[in-house]
């Protein structure tokens, strides 16, 4: 980042990686809340699979994910859960400063 601008040179990948975990864990939790509610498209996601989608996100791979399909799927599932939500935060900064 610092190569792009000397602004930069005060982010480091640490922080990126701790506040994206955070998010990635309230996602999670939001998730199971709403499967619980009985709310569509929501299904519980158990701590192992947590893990397991964590890990994919976070490049780590395993030798024991016996059904990597269906962990990409549930993972990319959280994950554009995660880019709508920054989706939406976008559109009100832009709505805010053209008002």
Known sequence: MKKVDKKFSIIHSHIF???WNLD????VDLNNKLAKE??????????????KYRQHWMGHT????YNKRHIIE?????????????LGKLSNKIVERND
């Open 62 to 65: 395993s030798e024991k994910s």
């Open 17 to 19: 990686r701790h506040e």
């Open 38 to 51: 009985n709310k569509t498209n929501h299904t519980e996601i158990t701590p192992e699979n947590e893990a």
């Open 74 to 86: 549930q993972a990319n599932k959280l994950v554009l859960l995660e880019q709508e939500e920054l």
């Open 24 to 27: 990635f864990s309230r996602k």
